[in-house]
Antibody, heavy 121, light 107 residues
Framework: EVQLVESGGGLVQPGGSLRLSCAASGFTFSSYWMHWARQAPGTGLVWVSRIQSDGSKTWYADSVKGRFTISRDNAKNTLYLQMNALRAEDTAVYFC??????????????WGQGTLVTVSS | EIVLTQSPGTLSLSPGEGATLSCRASQSVSISYLAWYQQKPGQAPRLLIYGASSRATGIPDRFSGSGSGTDFTLTISRLEPEDFAVYYC????????FGQGTKVEIK
């Protein structure tokens, strides 16, 4: 079964740091681009970051650029999101997702179940 | 950045009725790069449609997608109780943005 499982969320003070992990199973992790997206309470989905299959290239939303770092360990089938200088507005459920593709089409599937990050003093 | 605007914000319908959800893009989006997701409370999004009109594995045929350019539509032909949820469109043409969602609620 193709599966993504996030971990590492929790309560952190403003200005603090947290590292999220996303463990992949059931597919060849090293062949896929991977993403992080987030959802603040009661709001919609927002894309956060993307990493190329070999980890050589990354992309970020403007709101997290310079504070968040996406990375991956293909030997461990794991995706990471290092979050520094956290702000109250970073409070959200964070999802990892695989960017799947076929015949030029692209989509996110599967998604992980999400991990909650709360930034508060 | 391409902005996706979904309408209406909320649809109040009864089981058995049909639903039409709209997703309008601020710039043209290739049909290859438009997807739809369903999300229920406390759950991760679930892929429904990719390539604007291709149903994902296991998705019932009451769900269909259409459109091109800047206007895309998700149609649910006859609402089942499990279809009441929030629906998001997403584009991959330029960055990876989502619409703000349409909530389909029971009337």
């Amino acid at each position: 079964e193709v599966q993504l499982v996030e971990s590492g969320g929790g309560l952190v003070q403003p200005g603090g740091s947290l590292r999220l992990s996303c463990a992949a199973s059931g597919f060849t992790f090293s062949s896929y681009w991977m993403h992080w997206a987030r959802q603040a309470p009661g709001t919609g989905l927002v894309w956060v970051s993307r990493i190329q299959s070999d980890g050589s290239k990354t992309w970020y939303a403007d709101s997290v650029k310079g504070r968040f770092t996406i990375s991956r360990d293909n030997a461990k089938n794991t995706l990471y999101l290092q979050m520094n200088a956290l702000r109250a507005e970073d409070t959200a459920v964070y999802f990892c997702a695989r960017e799947a593709y076929d015949q030029g089409q692209r989509w996110f599937d599967p998604w992980g179940q999400g991990t909650l990050v709360t930034v508060s003093s | 950045e391409i902005v996706l605007t979904q309408s209406p914000g909320t649809l109040s319908l009864s089981p058995g009725e049909g639903a039409t959800l709209s997703c309008r893009a601020s710039q043209s989006v290739s049909i290859s790069y438009l997807a739809w997701y369903q999300q229920k409370p406390g759950q991760a999004p679930r892929l429904l449609i990719y390539g604007a009109s291709s149903r994902a594995t296991g998705i019932p045929d009451r769900f269909s997608g259409s459109g091109s350019g800047t206007d895309f539509t998700l149609t649910i032909s006859r609402l089942e109780p499990e279809d009441f949820a929030v629906y998001y469109c997403q584009q991959f043409n330029n960055s990876w943005t989502f619409g703000q969602g349409t909530k389909v609620e029971i009337k």
